[in-house]
């Protein structure tokens, strides 16, 4: 069975910073993997989503994740932090075949000092 | 684009007594799905279905009742709540049910219980 770890619950930086969130993932095989955000009052939004192939993926509005199946890792990267990205950010994993199977992480609630 | 409307947004129910939330969507998708958000962890699926009178359990089905009697409406009855399943309960769709397709959310409905 897979499984998705975010070790940061809560994470702050000043805006205009670069921005780094963790995600661990458990998964024997290739898996499919995705970020996630939901801003405050609002459903999850997709920000990107790995298939194998390219291990840098970008996504909207400026955020980009690695895949590393060495560290079982996909953190997901911002090169300048802006106010409006405060939010909760979900690292999800899902099984390469099989049909769906998706188990999210716990989240990491961004909050942007200015 | 299309809409994934969560009713009611909040709802307030005495312990014992049966809830009903429900759930549609206008994206003509396939597959919709009812998660649990407990605050500080990720989220736990409930139920699914593939289509139209289709239902699968999730990780956490216990305690709860899915109906899928049309592609557009997916609805999620508590049985019987309690005061331990006070949480935020999402909606999603997506366009089948294969591992890498992208999950689209409606914004919740917050139950609390009394």
């Known amino acids: 069975a897979q499984s998705v770890t975010q070790p940061d619950a809560r994470v702050t930086v000043s805006e205009g910073a670069s921005l780094q969130l963790r995600c661990k993932y458990s998964?024997?095989?290739?898996?499919?993997l995705f970020w996630y955000v939901q801003y405050p009052r609002q459903g999850l939004q997709l920000l990107l989503k790995?298939?194998?192939?390219?291990?840098v993926v970008q996504g909207v509005n400026g955020f980009e994740a690695e895949f590393s199946k060495s560290n079982s890792s996909f953190h997901l990267r911002k090169a300048s932090v802006h106010w409006s990205d405060w939010a909760v950010y979900f690292c999800?994993?899902?099984?390469?075949?099989?049909?769906?199977?998706?188990?999210f992480g716990s989240g990491t609630r961004l909050l942007v000092s200015p | 684009g299309g809409i994934i409307t969560q009713t009611p947004k909040f709802l307030i129910g005495q312990e014992g007594q049966k809830l009903t939330l429900k759930c549609q969507q206008n994206?003509?998708?396939?597959?919709m799905y009812w998660y649990r958000q407990d605050s500080g962890k990720g989220l736990r699926l409930i139920y699914y279905?593939?289509?139209?009178?289709?239902?699968q359990k999730g990780d956490l089905s216990e305690g709860y009742d899915a109906s899928r009697e049309k592609k557009s409406s997916f609805s999620l009855t508590v049985t019987s709540a309690q005061k331990n399943e006070m949480a935020v309960f999402l909606c999603?769709?997506?366009?089948?049910?294969?591992?890498?397709?992208?999950?689209?959310f409606g914004s919740g409905t917050r139950l609390t219980v009394l």
């Open positions: 999603a769709s997506s366009l089948d049910w294969g591992s890498a397709e992208t999950l689209y």
């Open positions: 998964y024997f095989g290739t898996p499919y």
């Open positions: 790995y298939y194998p192939g390219d291990p």
């Open positions: 999800a994993v899902s099984r390469g075949t099989g049909g769906y199977k998706v188990v």
């Open positions: 994206f003509n998708h396939d597959t």
């Open positions: 279905s593939i289509t139209e009178n289709d239902l």
